[in-house]
């Protein structure tokens, strides 16, 4: 896939970001697991081990400014085990909703569940856990399922005997997402905050009185001999829309 090394936002280089791509088959559609299925009354499991790694994470950088500390390590066979495990869950009809879990953590992706479901969520802490270490960390090969009223146990037992860890961490239903009956949002209010942002910026940028006005082809001319007085310069409207253009210099300063 592409590998961007050289990008840069605002004039500040961005860590390098190579991508891989995956296509898989599904054999039948209608057995496939969403991250929206999950109805009220349904249960929610973290699959896969949970140390609470916060090196590198989006809680450090968001909460505290905080970019240090090694990436969560990848386990390999792990990712193999617990994917296959999801796939054999939803394959037997157990599952009503999965979605990964990856920046933010188990929290961020048990709020974009509940957004894609249009539920609520009552979520717990387990009791020996570092609250926000479990809630935010970003330990690698894990997955959150939704399943049935009394679907969670038969799922931890199947779970357990293919050798993943699972634990039951809330349940479906309401109008707000609540952890451990202290902390609450509505969902309404989450929504409207995950779903403005990008139009306002949007509507902004594609304002008269904000958007940049294109150059013309004179002004990248008069700019580029400005700086370089000597050169031959032919300029390229690229696709004829006065906006994309390609200059060819030609100076004794090269």
């Not at 495990?85 to 037997?92: G, Q, V």
């Not at 479901?117 to 270490?133: C, H, I, M, N, Y």
């Amino acid at each position: 896939g592409n590998v961007s090394l050289y990008n840069e936002t605002n004039g500040v280089a961005i860590p390098p970001t190579p991508a891989i791509g995956g296509v898989g088959v599904i054999d039948d559609v209608t057995r496939a697991a969403r991250i929206g299925g999950a109805i009220a009354g349904d249960e929610l499991i973290a699959v896969g081990v949970t140390r609470g790694h916060l090196g590198q994470s989006l809680y450090l950088r968001e909460l505290f400014g905080i970019e240090a500390g090694p990436p969560p390590h990848v386990d390999l066979e792990a990712e193999r085990r617990n994917g296959e495990t999801i796939r054999k869950l939803i394959a037997e009809g157990l599952v009503t909703a999965c979605h990964d879990v990856s920046d933010g953590g188990l929290l961020v992706a048990a709020a974009e569940m509940a957004l894609a479901a249009g539920e609520g969520l009552d979520l717990k802490t387990p009791v020996k856990a570092r609250r926000a270490a479990f809630w935010f960390g970003e330990d690698q090969s894990r997955y959150l399922v939704a399943c049935a009223p009394g679907a969670g146990d038969t799922l931890l037992l199947k779970a357990a005997m293919a050798g993943v860890q699972a634990s039951k961490i809330g349940r479906f239903g309401g109008a707000m997402i609540r952890l451990d009956t202290n902390d609450a949002v509505s969902l309404l209010d989450l929504a409207d905050m995950h779903d403005r942002p990008l139009p306002d910026y949007m509507s902004a940028y594609s304002a008269p009185e904000t958007r940049p006005m294109p150059m013309k082809s004179d002004d990248i001319k008069k700019m580029i001999l400005e700086a370089l007085p000597d050169a031959t310069v032919e300029i390229e409207d690229l696709a004829g829309d006065g906006d994309h253009y390609r200059a060819r210099v030609i100076s004794s300063a090269f």
